[in-house]
């Protein structure tokens, strides 16, 4: 999916453009806010006019990222902000993913790119810039910036190796190829500490979601041949201990630490939904999964917002996870 010929033109249209609106996609995380913050960053620096949009608020643990206080954080965005703008949404994979009114900022918007790296991505964009093959969209990003002449500064490494990190899982995922190293070489080069990033970003817990994550582990339920393993959360849980809920990435992968266990599950209860976390090895595809709740995602790690009962959308899960379309491309596309 992704050719030269994409490539130089993105960057084309980042290079002429002189105002640039980068959007996030809901429930931020590291990548989507990393990519974003650096291109943000780097826009400043050139002189251009630029604004970085999120539905959801800037989770704390972020908070180092250049320019983090200028989030502008709404669930339908001014449409100024896109008018006369390049919109380049950022590790988003559909628009609905993303502000409520991503479609009025599209057709506002002078001209529109996708940076991505999420295999199921509908091409929403007049350009999209999609490589299933890339471990983090933040290694697309560097590359764009290794070509934009510009430079990175340590703020901006340290942001994009924070969003290379946590989306292949510390170079662990076995989406983690030898160019996701490059990318970390660069960024350490420029000034990136994974010391002090790690501290931040992982080793900085409170007591209260610790807890949390024992009520869900003390809840570990295996089945399907012990290839299959799931835990929940209920609202009231989440609300009675104070934690956000960015304190729970990275629970669900604590299930694949079970030997044997291909397929892990993660069901969060909201206000009128469930959010769902998958996490899975060859040959199941959590993808598979989520899609059949309404979500997706990659292979190795998706999600959905389940919409029902907390005890009807648990039910499902663990018959989809059963008998359902769980053996899905296993290739890392
Ligand atoms: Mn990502």
Redesign the pocket.
């Known amino acids: 999916m992704l050719s030269g010929e994409t490539f130089l033109e993105a960057f084309a249209k980042l290079k002429n453009h002189g105002a640039w609106t980068l959007v996030c996609h809901e429930h931020p995380?590291g990548?989507?806010l990393g990519s974003a913050f650096a291109l943000y960053s780097l826009a400043k620096r050139c002189g251009k006019r630029a604004a970085i949009v999120s539905k959801d608020p800037l989770p704390p643990v972020f908070s180092f990222f250049p320019y983090s206080g200028e989030l502008v954080c709404a669930s339908s965005a001014p449409r100024s902000l896109a008018e006369g703008a390049l919109l380049i949404a950022v590790?988003m994979s559909t628009a609905e993913r993303s502000v409520d009114n991503f479609g009025e900022l599209l057709s506002v918007c002078e001209d529109s790119l996708c940076i991505?790296?999420?295999g199921d991505n509908r091409l929403f964009c007049k350009t999209n810039l999609v490589d299933p093959g890339a471990s983090?969209?933040a290694e697309i990003v560097v590359r764009l910036m290794e070509l934009y002449g510009e430079g990175i500064t340590a703020d901006e490494a340290a942001a994009l190796y924070t969003?290379l990190s946590t989306?292949n899982g510390s170079f662990r995922f076995s989406s983690t190829t030898a160019e996701s190293h490059r990318c970390a070489g660069i960024l350490l080069e420029a000034g990136a500490k994974p010391d002090e990033i790690d501290d931040r970003v992982s080793q900085n817990m409170s007591a209260a979601s610790l807890r949390l994550w024992g009520l869900a582990l003390s809840r570990t339920e295996t089945f399907g041949g012990g290839e299959r393993a799931i835990f929940w959360l209920r609202r009231k849980e989440l609300e009675e201990s104070g934690a956000g809920s960015a304190e729970l990435d990275g629970l669900v992968n604590m299930l694949l630490r079970i030997k044997g266990v291909k397929l892990a599950l993660f069901l969060t209860e909201y206000d009128g939904y469930c959010k769902l976390s998958v996490r899975a090895r060859p040959p199941y595809s959590a993808r598979a999964v989520a899609a059949a709740f309404g979500g997706g995602g990659h292979p190795c790690a998706a999600g959905a917002k389940a919409a029902g009962a907390f005890d009807d959308v648990l039910e499902r899960l663990k018959k989809e996870a059963l008998n359902g379309a769980v053996l899905g491309d296993t290739s890392r596309k």
């Open positions: 995380d990548d989507t590790d991505d790296h999420h983090a969209t969003a989306d």
